[in-house]
């Protein structure tokens, strides 16, 4: 009995001692990195659809790390429904999504991703810009899902959001080293989605001509393939995410890619750049017509736009009224060449306009190819 008081006794004067000792010495709480937080907005074209992005950042001894990041999907539905080469994210946890204004103004896409699953597509009602993508969860997903039209109202408990590059607002304070990052991380192998070879998900996205005759207009001539389209011409097939728009394009004579960087291009599409195909009238026709409305979208030009999915499908402009441009963005992979040597055989011209509204993170290819400031 004795031992166990004096054993008693030993116990609180330590406990006594360990007390009194943090009363001077407070024990350090493990702590975390400070977090940084950038408000960054996307609007669409028309301005009537405002959202609000937060951005963290942990700040530590071996730099930044955040909590989000950007990914180019190379795969054919994210191209379709947006029309271009391919499509360019900044991933968000949906917590530091809010919409600023706008509200009745989103309507929702249902379509696929190859990579994110079934996801619901935002764009604005008023002037068709693609605005993000949720993806949907597996439980929540239903067969009979894929390319319908969904109310705004209805919830998902996705965590993830991908808010595309395209309408993020360029006059937004977006630190220069952030913008590098993005660039760099979108150059990266691993965050470039479901392409080939390095080349993009779309035949055409790299196609050059072939150099066998430079002019001094950089266009390109191929003699064996001239005298191929004139016996035999071609025929390409495009449409839009939902199908209720399609045409066919004649192909009689080598034609060129026009990629434009401009505002319009990156917010219609949400992507960084869209690829316009110069065709003469004659040679287009539309296959399916059933939603297609022709929109004023500048003081020169319209747009053939799917009033179901909101695909971009054409430009008409003013002052060429005998030729459509078609999007290369809604080509149809199995109508073209399988290879980018194949597809350039058709080129007698690619170039790269309106490079000086080109975002800080996105990277004009090294191509070779002109780099035109504005319009041409």
């Not at 195909?277 to 939603?291: D, H, L």
Request: proline share 5%; glycine share 6%.
């Amino acid at each position: 009995m004795g031992k166990w008081l004096y054993s008693t006794q030993i116990l609180l004067i330590v406990c006594y001692l360990l007390l009194e000792k943090s009363r001077h010495y407070p024990v350090l709480a493990l702590s975390m990195p400070p977090i940084t937080k950038t408000t960054i907005h996307s609007s669409c074209n028309c301005k009537k659809v405002v959202i609000e992005i937060q951005l963290r950042e942990h700040q530590n001894a071996n730099g930044n790390k955040a909590d989000n990041d950007v990914i180019n999907c190379h795969c054919s539905f994210c191209r379709k429904y947006h029309t271009s080469g391919y499509t360019s994210f900044l991933s968000v946890g949906k917590e530091n999504v809010s919409v600023c204004h706008g509200n009745n103004k989103i309507g929702i896409f249902l379509s696929e991703c190859e990579e994110l699953g079934t996801v619901e597509r935002w764009f604005c009602t008023e002037c068709s810009s693609k605005l993000l993508s949720m993806p949907l969860p597996h439980d929540d997903t239903k067969n009979d899902s894929r390319d319908k039209i969904k109310k705004v109202g209805e919830k998902t408990t996705t965590t993830i959001c991908y808010v595309n590059l395209g309408p993020i607002q360029d006059d937004e304070i977006i630190s220069p080293d952030l913008l590098t990052r993005w660039k760099k991380r979108l150059e990266r192998e691993e965050n470039n989605l479901h392409h080939n070879d390095g080349g993009g998900g779309g035949v055409w996205v790299k196609a050059l001509p072939p150099a066998a005759i430079t002019t001094s207009s950089n266009t390109y001539i191929n003699d064996d393939i001239i005298n191929e389209l004139d016996e035999n011409p071609i025929l390409w097939t495009g449409s839009c995410a939902c199908g209720n728009c399609a045409y066919e394009l004649t192909i009689d004579y080598p034609t060129e890619l026009q990629h434009c960087y401009c505002h319009l291009c990156r917010e219609l599409s949400g992507s960084g750049f869209m690829t316009w195909i110069p065709i003469e009238k004659q040679n287009f026709r539309w296959v399916n017509k059933k939603s297609c409305s022709l929109v004023r979208t500048t003081p020169f030009g319209r747009r053939h736009i799917c009033m179901d999915c909101q695909g971009v499908m054409t430009i008409i402009y003013d002052d060429q009224p005998d030729h459509v441009w078609p999007s290369a963005g809604g080509l149809d992979d199995s109508s073209l060449p399988t290879t980018r040597i194949d597809m350039g055989n058709y080129l007698n011209r690619v170039c790269h306009i309106c490079c000086r509204y080109q975002p800080a993170w996105l990277k004009i290819p090294d191509d070779g190819m002109e780099k035109i400031d504005d319009a041409c």
